[in-house]
């Protein structure tokens, strides 16, 4: 694994994360939304944005911008994060922690899953 390229993977999904948690917050606690389907709501917002970011910041030199690129990182981050989804269910229906809590906890063990992969896809390339 390439340590200064997961550094960047995760600078560049800092914004969405920051974005992420108080919005997921305020769909939660003030709209009064399911938790799954504001994770649901959350994630596909991170998607995008990271793939912008990812993109530029990451894998650019290798792949650039381009229709496949954006089907292969969509791919690959739905994939993983379709199992990030399942287990913040599971934890937040199964265990007494706050939601929030959890969702840091899943972007942490998850993030590196899609740094890997997707190094791998676009290496592959």
Do not use: C, H
């Not at 108080?22 to 596909?44: C, D, T």
């Not at 496949?68 to 379709?82: I, K, T």
């Amino acid at each position: 694994m390439n340590k200064p390229k997961f550094i960047n993977f995760l600078m560049a999904g800092l914004p969405a994360f920051l974005i992420a948690l108080p919005l997921n917050y305020f769909f939660v606690e003030i709209i009064q939304l399911e938790k799954e389907f504001s994770y649901f709501l959350i994630m596909v917002l991170q998607v995008l944005i990271n793939f912008l970011l990812s993109i530029k910041l990451v894998f650019f030199e290798t792949v650039g911008y381009s229709l496949y690129n954006f089907s292969v990182f969509l791919s690959v981050v739905l994939f993983v994060r379709f199992f990030d989804w399942y287990l913040y269910g599971i934890l937040i229906n199964n265990f007494n922690v706050y939601f929030i809590i959890i969702q840091i906890l899943n972007v942490a063990f998850f993030s590196y899953l899609k740094f890997v992969a997707l190094e791998k896809f676009y290496r592959a390339k």
